[in-house]
């Protein structure tokens, strides 16, 4: 990706996430759009998509970008990157009550990120969301 366009991506993925933030859900979705078709093979676009649907309840959706994004990494990749895809796709997983998907993802999060604030987070939220549909 040259360079004038990786700075796009990358403005048009922070853009997003701060129109997803102000509740600018068509504004958000319409900037990961250009940010997915600038750079297809880029990870960051999907995990905010995910969030998106996290944010929704529309968890299918965000299993399906979550998923994608965790495709796009590899072990050799920045812990940042994986730690994005990780924590996304432990709570989309637990809110649909997949305890297998949520505890490998969970153990991806705490592998890339085991002093960060938001793994703690994410495994009591991604608990708790488990427990909502426990049987």
Do not use: F
């Given at each position: 990706m040259p360079d004038h366009s990786a700075r796009r991506y990358h403005t048009l993925v922070l853009r997003a996430r701060l129109q997803r933030r102000q509740g600018d859900a068509a504004?958000?979705?319409a900037s990961l759009a250009l940010a997915?078709?600038?750079?297809?093979s880029r990870p960051e676009a999907l995990v905010e998509l995910g969030w998106a649907c996290l944010?929704?309840?529309q968890t299918e959706h965000g299993l399906e970008f979550a998923r994608r994004a965790r495709s796009l990494t590899s072990a050799h990749d920045s812990p940042t990157h994986i730690a994005a895809w990780a924590h996304v796709?432990?709570?989309?997983?637990?809110?649909a009550g997949d305890?297998?998907?949520?505890a490998a993802a969970l153990a991806q999060l705490e592998h890339a990120s085991?002093?960060?604030s938001y793994t703690a987070e994410a495994r009591a939220r991604a608990l708790s969301l488990?427990?909502?549909h426990a049987p």
């Open positions: 504004g958000a979705n997915i078709a600038i750079a297809p944010d929704n309840g796709l432990s709570l989309l997983a637990a809110s305890r297998e998907e949520t085991p002093d960060a488990l427990q909502e």
